[in-house]
């Protein structure tokens, strides 16, 4: 017995001693862009006046903690002292919601717009629950293993069931709801369906930030803005104050399958960046004088190369001289014995990723700031995760 308790002792010492995070250094890579290797992150852009910033998340269900995480963990880094906050408010069970909060960083205000919209997927996700074990509620009578039943009751039946939801007529709610809210946070209103961008003064530094499946939601709500205006001059110049795109754990490669086409006239040149054309056409139709004052546009993907639902940026086919796209590898939990990172902590990771949240907070400028304190880990991928 003795034996055996050594050999177990030295096999889990052998397995543990054999995991790594081969990019708990990140490492970052730009496409076909000249010039060093760096980007902005939050704290530069408040250097140089106001800011607002539009974050929206990804799959899986959220309420308002999800919100209250992203905003007390990013006014933490900054060092941000907060002036108002919205509660969560008077809303049904199906209603979507959004937390906005206004603080101030040194002489510049910073306001930011959370947009939970998981509860427009809810009820399609409650009726999948008789799919659950009857221990756990549901009608399922038959022994599942533990792994394949978490994995189904999470992951499938509360998470990916998402997708599904946005990708046909029933995301119609979604994306109405998500533009809305993208034109408020860009100083317009929606009237008759359409957003409309009123003649204000100068729009202030954009920062957008969105989440696996967020990232999708994201510039389908852009791209729909945009047409809608028929290319005028105003949403041009409003949309042309985006200086920053942070996609964490991005999935637009592979959403874009549901509605962008792969071939033809319409299809993009530069494959995956088809969604970045609309910032680009924006860009394009601004007024000269206006456009020599825009900084050039910097969208970050963030990346760990075992995340099997994200996808890094090509750049391939990108030519504007004032948009630069940049990958940042990073691990987001160990890697064992070179075989498997656990999936839930690859995809979730990121929001707990020191290097992650210190990149979007102080950018990237000879390296990443990566924060000094622990986050909270918490996926929802599995059960208990």
Request: hydrophobic share 40%; charged share 20%; glycine share 8%.
């Amino acid at each position: 017995m003795n034996v055996l308790r050594i050999v177990a002792t030295a096999a889990v010492g052998l397995f543990l001693s054999c995991c790594a995070s081969p990019y708990e250094v990140p490492v970052a890579d730009q496409f076909e862009s000249s010039g060093p290797l760096a980007f902005n992150g939050i704290a530069d852009y408040l250097k140089q006046g106001d800011v607002r910033i539009v974050w929206i998340h990804g799959m899986c269900d959220h309420d308002y903690s999800w919100a209250v995480n992203r905003r007390d963990t990013l006014y933490e880094s900054l060092g941000a002292s907060v002036t108002s906050s919205d509660s969560r408010g008077v809303y049904g069970p199906g209603d979507p919601y959004p937390v906005r909060s206004t603080a101030h960083v040194g002489g510049s205000t910073l306001s930011t717009d959370y947009l939970v919209w998981s509860p427009l997927s809810t009820a399609f996700k409650d009726r999948l629950r008789y799919d659950d074990i009857e221990s756990e509620g549901g009608r399922f009578p038959y022994r599942r293993a533990s792994l394949n039943k978490d994995l189904k009751q999470t992951l499938i039946n509360r998470c990916l069931v998402d997708a599904v939801v946005y990708a046909g007529p029933n995301g119609d709610r979604i994306r109405d709801w998500v533009k809305a809210q993208v034109c408020e946070g860009l100083s317009g209103i929606v009237r008759s369906g359409k957003c409309r961008i009123p003649e204000t003064g100068p729009p202030p530094r954009t920062v957008l930030v969105a989440e696996s499946l967020g990232s999708k939601l994201l510039f389908d709500a852009l791209r729909s803005i945009w047409e809608e205006s028929g290319r005028s001059v105003r949403t041009a110049e409003q949309l042309a104050s985006i200086q920053s795109v942070f996609l964490l754990a991005n999935q637009i490669p592979l959403l874009d399958a549901a509605d962008r086409p792969a071939t033809g006239e319409k299809a993009a040149a530069s494959g995956e960046l088809d969604f970045l054309s609309v910032l680009v056409d924006v860009r394009a139709q601004v007024p000269k004088a206006f456009a020599r004052t825009l900084p050039e546009l910097q969208v970050i993907a963030f990346s760990d190369p075992n995340d099997l639902l994200s996808y890094r940026l090509s750049g391939k086919g990108l030519q504007f001289a004032s948009v630069r796209v940049i990958n940042v590898i990073v691990s987001n939990a160990p890697t064992y014995l070179g075989l498997f990172e656990m999936p839930d902590a690859a995809h979730c990771g990121y929001k707990w990723n020191r290097n992650v949240v210190g990149a979007v907070a102080f950018g990237y400028h000879h390296g990443i700031r990566s924060l000094a304190y622990e986050l909270p880990k918490e996926c929802g991928l599995v059960t208990g995760s």
